[in-house]
């Protein structure tokens, strides 16, 4: 069974400032996917930016970039140049890659980390 | 209507009585998920419908009935619910399950925010 912990619980950062948010995961699968995800405060989920594990690059998409350590299953947010717009929940997930043999395509959650950011 | 939309937003309801949630995405996709979200926890996967057909139950209580009418439409059926069944229900919906995970972008509705009584 696969678990992703986020040990930051709630965090804030100051507008224009750089903040990071953690995730460990835990899984015996080498083929797999890393997600973090967004909602804000009107709920809608949407995904902020996703890793392959077999890929060493670290993602990028615009402010938002991973540091992916396979070793350590380590995946950590970081949000460059914080906007107001960017208050909200973030969630780490994982899934197992299809192609791995074991046919999951569910996604595991962690339990959040609230972020708020202070103008 | 654009992206996944879930009615209603917010549902109280008390133990005895029916409801259904209501989930419709506009992406053209054929698979479509239902989760449960509580205060605290991980967001926990319910159910599972491919091409209409339910792939998973994630061993949810027969008091939750999920029915898939067509690769669009999403229902849950909710009957004798418990106080502790009280969260935000999310639907999601990707392309279909034959494709890798990467590939299948799980887009997320607003959510339904239900309380039972």
């Known amino acids: 069974a696969q678990t992703v912990t986020q040990s930051q619980p709630e965090m804030s950062v100051q507008e224009a400032e750089t903040v990071t948010l953690s995730c460990t995961y835990d899984?015996?699968?080498?083929?797999?996917?890393l997600f973090w995800y967004k909602q804000p405060p009107s709920r809608q989920m949407i995904l902020v930016i996703r890793?392959?594990?077999?890929?060493?690059q670290n993602a990028t998409e615009n402010r938002f970039s991973v540091n992916f350590q396979k070793a350590a299953k380590s995946f950590s947010l970081k949000i460059s140049d914080s906007q107001l717009g960017d208050t909200a929940m973030y969630f780490c997930?994982?899934?197992?890659?299809?192609?791995?043999?074991?046919?999951?395509?569910?996604?595991?959650f962690g339990k959040g980390t609230k972020l708020s950011v202070i103008p | 209507e654009t992206g996944v939309t879930q009615t209603p937003r917010h549902l109280v309801m008390g133990m005895t009585n029916k409801k259904s949630l209501k989930c419709e995405q506009h992406?053209?996709?054929?698979?479509m998920y239902w989760y449960k979200q509580s205060a605290k926890k991980p967001l926990e996967l319910m159910f599972v419908?491919?091409?209409?057909?339910?792939?998973e139950n994630n061993s949810v209580p027969s008091r939750f009935s999920p029915e898939c009418p067509n690769s669009s439409h999403l229902f849950l059926h909710l009957h004798t619910l418990q106080p502790e069944d009280s969260a935000l229900y999310l639907c999601?919906?990707?392309?279909?399950?034959?494709?890798?995970?990467?590939?299948?972008?799980?887009?997320f509705g607003p959510g339904t925010r239900l309380t039972v009584l």
């Open positions: 890793q392959e594990a077999y890929k060493q």
């Open positions: 419908y491919n091409f209409k057909e339910q792939t």
């Open positions: 997930a994982f899934m197992i890659s299809k192609y791995s043999g074991a046919g999951s395509y569910q996604l595991t």
């Open positions: 999601a919906s990707s392309q279909d399950l034959l494709r890798d995970s990467f590939e299948n972008e799980q887009f």
């Open positions: 899984t015996s699968e080498s083929n797999y996917y």
């Open positions: 992406l053209g996709h054929n698979a």
